[in-house]
Structure formats: C-alpha cells, structure tokens
C-alpha cells in the first residue's frame, strides 16, 4: 500500500519549465516503480515519463522525449517530473502512479493498468 500526492502545478508560458513532486507515504517508497502521465479534457490519459524502483532506469514518452525529466529521492519519498521547453500542447492534469515491480523500464511502463496507486493530479497550464 502507498499513497500518492502531486504538487508543483500551475500557469506558464511556452518556453518556461516547472517541476512537478509526487510525495509517497509510509516508508516502503524504494519497493514501487513510478511512472508519470497525463490527461487533457475529452482526451485519454497519456503516458509521460517512467523511472525504475532502482538503479535509475527511465523511460520517456516521445512527445517529451529530450525535454523532460523524472527522477527521485529516495530519503524525501518523492519522484519529481523536470518539465522544460514547455509548450501549449503539454497542457494537462498530470497524474503520477506506483507498481511494485523492479528491475529496467520499457515499453511496458507505458501501459496504465500495469500501475497499481494513482495520485490526485495536479493541472498544468502552458499559455501561447
């Protein structure tokens, strides 16, 4: 069991970054593989971004591919979603999400009933 909480959403202008946080509860953090995604309205949740329980293994959708970044800190409980060279089309709720698998991240990753924990979301506005 973890539960989730994203922050670190909010208005921006195309060009500009944020960086999202995903806090988990308890103490089990390092047992979970993380993933990010995304939802825009009347649209279908996306993948984002996907980082290994260890060793630092990620996996990246291609529209963000080389733009953004997940990473995490294992003594804060938190995975974070680096987001630069933002544009108007990233505009979305974005959700991240927990499976208690290990080992290197691919393409299954990208899949979102492999996640077990959702978080809340939190919006994100990119302005033209």
């Known amino acids: 069991q973890v539960q989730l909480v994203e922050s670190g959403g909010g208005l921006v202008q195309a060009g500009g970054s944020l960086r999202l946080s995903c806090a988990a509860s308890?103490?089990?953090?390092?047992?979970?593989?993380m993933g990010w995604f995304r939802q825009a309205p009347g649209k279908e949740r996306e993948f984002v971004a996907a980082h290994s329980r260890s060793g630092g293994s990620t996996y990246y959708a291609d529209s963000v591919k080389g733009r953004f970044a997940i990473s995490r800190v294992y003594a804060k409980n938190t995975v974070y979603l680096q987001m630069n060279s933002l544009k108007p089309e990233d505009t979305a709720v974005y959700y991240c999400a927990a499976r208690p698998v290990a080992g290197w991240v691919s393409k299954r990753a990208s899949i979102p009933g492999e996640y077990d924990y959702w978080g809340q979301g939190t919006q994100v506005t990119v302005s033209s």
């Open positions: 308890g103490r089990t953090f390092s047992t979970y593989a």
